[in-house]
């Protein structure tokens, strides 16, 4: 969102979280404690300025892209408060349109990202014995589990897949799709933020979410659910939007050279991507903060052993899928189970406690 700090001079690149730095005090967290898990363009992120001359020609690139979005998608009117109930009925209503379109929307490279799931979910068979067992959270229309089975088959990778979602339209597509007919694959109703109630705790080798975690309004309850049913070394992998990072801008060529716009990948992501491509258009939140308190997620199970995620990979980049331009990036997420301290899991939890999610 833009907003106006001085006469005749504008500000991008909202902060995402707010720190209680006296709660982490009192817990005897120090800095390089907090910075295990939070980089400097999250704590302390860049202030982006820009002029009146810049702010017009923004403006009219800005009109361009929401009149393409308008014509070719017709986003709904508002976003409304993004609850459950609201969330379930764009979907329902999307759902047997939604695999040309989210294609449409980014650009083809939305089978790229779920294929990487595949590739993911096959490095990790080649490694396992015996049957590997796989669930694609916010599963949708069941487009991931497809190139999950497809990569798995050629490897000759023994794996039962289940797609879980939460809304019945989009599994009906997923059922009388045209994902392989198989004993191995089935698709149930569920709610992602109840994994820990719906499956048996250390039951999957992997769990997969392409794209699910922004249409949840509380992502860290999938996280624990997700924590709880791994396997001890079992792997989750996460692809969803991340807003740019000042520091990191893609690149434009133009006559055999490249150009950096790091204003203007922001002020669109802040201005159009969020309030029109994702809350009115699909119903999706902000993921970014998500990347960041995924590897914060703890519990203690029954026999006193605490459990947390280590970090395998991450990364974030501004890929060329929107419109073809390289202005929505996306970051890619894989936390594996394992075993902690009870002291890590006290500072994991202060930490969490003393975050939240900037307004």
């Known amino acids: 969102m833009l907003y106006q700090q001085k006469k005749g001079v504008f500000v991008a690149n909202k902060p995402v979280i707010v720190v209680d730095y006296r709660e982490l005090e009192g817990a005897g967290i120090t800095d390089a404690e907090l910075k295990k898990y939070f980089p400097r363009y999250v704590l302390n992120p860049t202030t982006l300025y820009y002029g009146w001359l810049k702010r017009v020609g923004l403006l009219i690139i800005q009109w361009c892209l929401r009149m393409a979005v308008n014509l070719s998608l017709r986003p709904r009117n508002s976003a409304g408060s993004l609850n459950q109930s609201e969330i379930d009925e764009v979907y329902t209503k999307e759902a047997r349109t939604y695999n040309r379109k989210h294609h449409i929307t980014t650009h083809g490279m939305d089978l790229v990202w779920r294929r990487t ?44 897949i289940i ?27 569920g709610d992602a933020t109840k994994l820990a109630e719906t499956f048996e705790p250390d039951s ?37 939007m991340h807003k740019p990072i000042p520091e990191h801008p893609g690149e434009w060529p133009f006559l055999l050279k490249w150009y950096r716009f790091p204003v203007m990948e922001m002020v669109v992501y802040e201005d ?72 890590v899991a006290g500072k994991r939890e202060a930490i969490l406690n003393a975050c939240t999610a900037s307004q």
């Open 204 to 240: 999957f080798d992997v769990v997969t979410q392409v794209f699910g975690i922004g249409g949840i309004s509380q992502p860290l309850k999938v996280f624990d659910g997700v924590l709880r049913i791994l396997k001890s070394g079992g792997q989750f992998l996460m692809i969803d």
């Open 163 to 189: 797609g879980l979602d939460y809304n019945e339209r989009m599994l009906a597509v997923a059922r009388n799709g045209d994902i392989p007919k198989s004993n191995r694959i089935r698709f149930v109703h």
């Open 272 to 343: 159009s991507t969020l309030p029109v491509v994702l809350n009115r258009l699909w119903g999706w939140r902000d993921t970014t903060l998500c990347f960041y308190l995924l590897p914060l997620i703890t519990y203690r199970d029954g026999n006193g052993k605490y459990w947390g995620f280590k970090v395998e990979t991450f990364e974030q980049e501004s890929q060329r899928w929107w419109f073809a331009l390289p202005l929505m990036p996306i970051a890619r997420i894989v936390v594996k189970k394992i075993e902690i301290s009870e002291d």
């Open 117 to 160: 799931a595949g590739w993911f979910a096959s490095a990790i068979g080649r490694n396992s014995r015996g049957r590997l067992k796989i669930l694609d959270i916010c599963t949708g229309t069941g487009l991931t589990v497809k190139e999950i089975y497809d990569i798995l088959q050629d490897w000759g990778i023994d794996a039962e």
